[in-house]
């Protein structure tokens, strides 16, 4: 019979090891399972089992890994998981070491999301200036969501118990599904064109990428940002992230969180009243205390005291605009008087009587009418000569022309 030598637990472990570490195949592995045991350690390690119908591998992520994933796992969640196979020797167990990991059958969805996103940033279409601020107290709330879904009964109970006063319109859309999209643009043109309301929520309640997918729609986003009414996306959970978050004016964690962002508080708004109306009661107090004072020191004026002295002063204003009018008149009078002198003697000047004093005469033929030259004078015919103080009549002997 064969002798051999036996071994000990680590030398057999370690053995095991070194076979499985030296196994190309096992080097470099795509694992695919659901996520169980899930535990995101305080170090930053994911530690976790993989599991199908049949079995169970237990894994581990380290954190230098895990910081470069854009999302959090979770159990019961469906993975690839990139890594490779080794042996523990402490404890005979083996376990997959993970170097990264991706949703099954997402993966692709979250390729298209990212590269969404950097088009339509890239674009300018989710910049901080294009955000509409939203109104303080708004009248009408326009809700886009699933009628039956349990975020539309959210938004109803915290409308109710923040303020009632606020009028919720529903426009009951899908909210996953290939019909979705189209479900809700339409949900945001009529809240902006048919039935105008103060702001708009738009959103559901949480799920997987698959099921949110219908808030990544490239058309639904142009649709929030073009919308003159301000949007709230309120799309899954706090940790989901859609396209629509990104092209609303505000993102809100949950729906529930929406309708307390776009609603104020009742009792707020009361004691911000009742500040206002105490303050005005205070202006209105003072304002009052003012003009009495002021009344009353006219009251004791000398002229609503005595109307005697009040009557005097009218009086002598009286007399005082008389007197100016007096004065006035007088220089009006003065000055015509002096223009008339002038301008008469300017015409005394330019009179012809006047330059008849000088020795000078007028003729006039026999029908009234100046004659300034002998040209038309013939002889035997009859004219006036006027002189200073008269006429005389004569008759042309005979006419002589100096030209």
Not at 19 to 33: A, E, S
Not at 283 to 302: G, Q, Y
Not at 314 to 332: C, H, S, V
Request: charged fraction near 25%.
């Amino acid at each position: 019979m064969e002798t051999r030598s036996a071994l000990t637990v680590t030398q057999l472990n370690e053995y095991v090891k070194n076979k499985i570490d030296t196994d190309p195949l096992l080097m470099n592995v795509l694992v695919k399972g659901e996520i169980s045991n899930f535990v995101n350690h305080r170090t930053g390690h994911f530690y976790l089992s993989l599991k199908d119908e049949g079995s169970v591998i237990r894994a581990v992520m380290f954190q230098g890994y895990t910081k470069k994933l854009n999302f959090l796992p979770e159990n019961g969640m469906k993975v690839i998981a990139t890594g490779r196979v080794s042996a523990y020797v402490k404890n005979g167990e083996y376990q997959l070491y993970i170097t990264d990991l991706a949703p099954d059958g997402v993966g692709a969805l979250y390729i298209a999301f990212e590269q969404l996103k950097r088009k339509l940033e890239a674009e300018g279409l989710f910049r901080q200036d294009r955000k509409k601020p939203l109104p303080k107290y708004p009248a009408t709330v326009g809700i886009i969501t699933s009628p039956t879904g349990a975020a539309v009964r959210d938004m109803i109970n915290v409308s109710g118990r923040r303020f009632p006063l606020a009028k919720l319109v529903l426009f009951p859309s899908l909210v996953q599904g290939d019909g979705a999209p189209a479900q809700l643009i339409r949900g945001i043109r009529c809240f902006n064109e048919d039935f105008p309301v103060d702001v708009i929520i738009i959103g559901r309640g949480g799920g997987s990428l698959e099921e949110l997918w219908a808030f990544n729609d490239e058309g639904l986003a142009r649709a929030i940002a073009e919308s003159r009414v301000p949007v709230i996306s309120a799309v899954g959970h706090e940790t989901d992230f859609s396209i629509s978050d990104f092209a609303a004016d505000l993102r809100a964690p949950t729906p529930s969180a929406a309708a307390e962002l776009a609603l104020p508080e009742a009792g707020d708004v009361k004691r911000r009243l009742r500040n206002v109306i105490d303050r005005m009661g205070l202006v209105c107090d003072n304002r009052i205390h003012t003009l009495r004072a002021k009344v009353e020191s006219l009251a004791k004026s000398r002229q609503l005291s005595s109307m005697d002295n009040l009557i005097d002063d009218r009086r002598m204003a009286i007399l005082n605009l008389d007197r100016d009018m007096g004065y006035a008149l007088e220089k009006k009078l003065s000055d015509k008087k002096a223009d008339l002198v002038r301008l008469t003697a300017q015409l005394q000047a330019l009179s012809p009587l006047a330059v008849m004093t000088r020795g000078y005469s007028a003729v006039l033929d026999g029908k009234g009418k100046s004659v300034n030259t002998v040209k038309s004078m013939r002889p035997g015919d009859r004219v006036s000569v006027r002189l200073r103080d008269g006429e005389a009549s004569a008759e042309i002997k005979e006419v002589k022309s100096y030209e």
